[in-house]
């Protein structure tokens, strides 16, 4: 079984629509992150949570929001969905340390607003 | 602004040949990087990383130059096999940056 999981794996979704991506992971690892990766633009890191109670804003938070409602799972809300957040969504997960720790990333839902 | 460049968006080499991939940063803060490989519907995984007290790590086929001067690191592959074909991003961090910063990728095709 994959360690870090995303469901789903693929969705299409209308301009305006709530939706949730989900992460889980059984790596025991306390940190947590979402990515966006866009054609020409790489991985863009969204938001970051270092434990349950501490929520981070990344470089491009706005439009987003997130819930980490247990070490093990953290998810992803875009409240109004755009078109231009039509991108793949990955999340990861590292280590507590330094910051510096390799991260390992799930395999990435693909979205596409309408 | 793009703090980590790739500024080869694809790169195509003969099975067996060295491949070369370049990355380019401008945050002199950087003081730690990373390299990622990501097949098709994967996500990314961990190839091999390089700490700037250092300008050189080896890891089988796979080694890492840092020209700190240049704020330049390349990725080396030697000898490149069709299992390497691959997206590959750079990643950079600094202490208080709280996250690692990654490049643009690059998408490495090893024509058997």
Redesign the interface.
């Known amino acids: 079984d994959a360690d870090v999981t995303q469901t789903p794996r693929n969705r299409i979704t209308k301009t305006g629509k709530r939706i949730m991506l989900e992460c889980s992971q059984t790596k025991g690892h306390d940190r947590m992150y979402w990515y966006r990766q866009d054609p020409g633009l790489g991985l863009r890191l969204i938001y970051y949570s270092f434990d349950v109670k501490d929520i981070n804003k990344g470089e491009i938070s706005d439009g987003y929001s997130v819930s980490r409602q247990a070490q093990a799972k953290f998810s992803l809300s875009l409240e109004s969905a755009i078109p231009n957040q039509t991108a793949l969504y990955f999340c990861a997960t590292s280590d507590l340390g330094t910051g510096r720790e390799t991260q390992y990333f799930g395999p990435g839902t693909r979205l596409l607003v309408l | 602004d ?1 703090q ?1 460049k ?1 500024n080869s ?1 694809s790169l195509s080499v003969q099975e067996g040949r060295i491949s070369i991939l370049n990355c380019d940063y401008t945050n002199s803060m950087f003081d ?1 990087f ?1 390299w ?1 490989k990501k097949y098709p ?6 190839l091999i ?1 390089i700490s700037s007290i250092k300008d050189k790590n080896e890891d089988g086929r796979f080694t890492v130059f840092l020209n700190k001067s240049a704020k330049h690191l390349s990725l080396h592959i030697v000898p490149s096999q069709p299992g390497d074909s691959a997206v590959y ?1 750079c ?1 950079a ?1 600094f ?1 208080g ?4 910063y ?4 690059t998408s490495l095709t090893v024509i058997p």
């Open positions: 793009q980590v790739q968006p730690y990373l990622y519907a994967e996500g990314p995984t961990f990383s991003f990643a961090y202490d940056g709280n996250q690692f990654f490049g643009t990728g």
